[in-house]
């Protein structure tokens, strides 16, 4: 079978939704927004200077009917011709008044009001905003002495904004097509922009395409944008799960052809002798041998399976759930109650019927705990006493375990616990996984596993203290 080489790179699917297209949604809104705001800016600065541009039209109008009337033509109607140059207009309605602050109108429009204010002098103008049945009109005003001490003559020339506001308009109308045509530049520039940019993983995408089946080494960063980072962490972050998940089923391969050969061989060669030797009570011996290394093997199995479970349990507390540890505890006793009458073992416990809470994975802590009193069973001494205690303190749990067997020599405590370790010299059938199991477990919980001497002297006591949640 020839190893697979690199992936390729797959085609985009047609349906994939488009970074590019979600960018241009994104930035569409705010740019037409800033497009409409901008639009009314410039129609408010259109129509300010609109408004100076006839508001000087306005005063060159108040300024020539000054002169007339300087000039002594309008100190009565004006004639037929000036009173046409100041009011003919297509487009505006213009109305103007001449007042003497004494003799009242002298000539123009009654309707048009004084000014709110008076200039200060005659060189100067004052402009008010007025409104003439129902028009808002726009009024420039302006002064010059009167023949009379203490009187004055008061010229004003007003017109409606009609002209400002087309003007206004037309400025608008002849900016906006500029404005939205910048608007469809910028986004084709960060259409554009997005392409360049996004060129930048390629890279990084041919590095990963590139890669080897069972190449699960962290990723070369070297030259990946800041903004990318993230991303390469996280692809590396997941190929050091990988990683570990692949090392996990090794060892799980290496540790099941470790426990297993044996019983398979003994199965073999037993399965021969009753072949070779057809006599029934070779064939019976044969079977009896079957049966013990088939219920070994099954028991490694379930053992190893057991391992494999809680090393997959990466971390046991963060899917913990709240439970009750005593109750747990008092049931998995219960269940072995059977099993130690028929081996005349004195099963007991010894703590609170509940209420110890805590938060865990429940599974995990009663095959910590059947693999717990197991061991005890198992190398403990037919028709002694076996001890299950629970205890809380002001930091842990402290659970126990000790039986009154021949017990594991103190030089040999810190090797308990390690993968396949039997203590030498051991006649009983096991496969030196319960305890590294118990380990384990513990430590998904936060836990910490402690061996020594039974309460009798005698014996092994295992205690596992457990931080309280």
Known sequence: MTEAGPARAQPMPSDAPSLRRRLLALL?????????????AAYGL???????????????????LQK????????????????????????????????????????????????????????????DDIRIGGHVLRMATVTLGAGEPGDRIVVSVAETLHKRQILAREILLGTLPIELALVLLALGVVWLSIGRGLRLLDPLVAQVGARNPRDLAALDTAGVPAEILPLARTIDALLARLREMVRLQERFIADAA?????????LRLQAERALADPRPETVRD??????????GAGRAAGQLLALARTQAHERAIAVAEPLDLAALVRECVAERVPEAL????????????????MRGDAVLLREMLCNLVDNAMRYGRDGGQITVGLQRDAEADALWVEDDGPGVPAELWLR????????????????GLGLAIVREIAARHGGRVRFGVGSTGTGLRVDVRLPQT
Do not use: C, K
């Not at 497009?35 to 009314?40: E, Q, V, Y």
């Not at 470790?258 to 003994?266: D, E, K, Y």
């Not at 044969?286 to 219920?295: F, N, P, S, V």
């Not at 308990?416 to 496969?431: I, K, Q, Y």
């Open 28 to 40: 569409a809104p705010p740019l037409f927004l800033i497009l409409a705001i901008g639009a009314l």
């Open 342 to 357: 028929a081996r005349q073992i004195d099963l007991g416990y010894v703590g609170p019927a509940e209420g110890v809470p």
């Open 258 to 266: 470790h426990q297993l050969r044996t019983p398979l061989a003994g």
């Open 68 to 127: 007339l009337v300087q000039s002594g033509e309008a100190r009565g109607e004006l004639n037929p011709q000036a009173r046409l140059l100041i009011e003919f207009d297509t487009e505006d309605r213009s109305l103007f008044a001449v007042r003497s602050l004494r003799h009242g109108l002298l000539s123009g429009d009654a309707s048009v009001p004084m000014p709110a204010m008076l200039p200060a002098r005659d060189d100067r103008a004052v402009f």
């Open 416 to 431: 308990l616990g390690e993968r396949f370790f039997r203590v030498p010299g051991t006649a009983r059938e096991g496969s």
């Open 286 to 295: 044969a079977l009896g041998h079957i049966e013990r290394l088939a219920e």
């Open 46 to 64: 259109a129509l300010r200077y609109a408004g100076h541009v006839y508001d000087r039209w306005l005063l060159d109008s108040a300024r020539a």
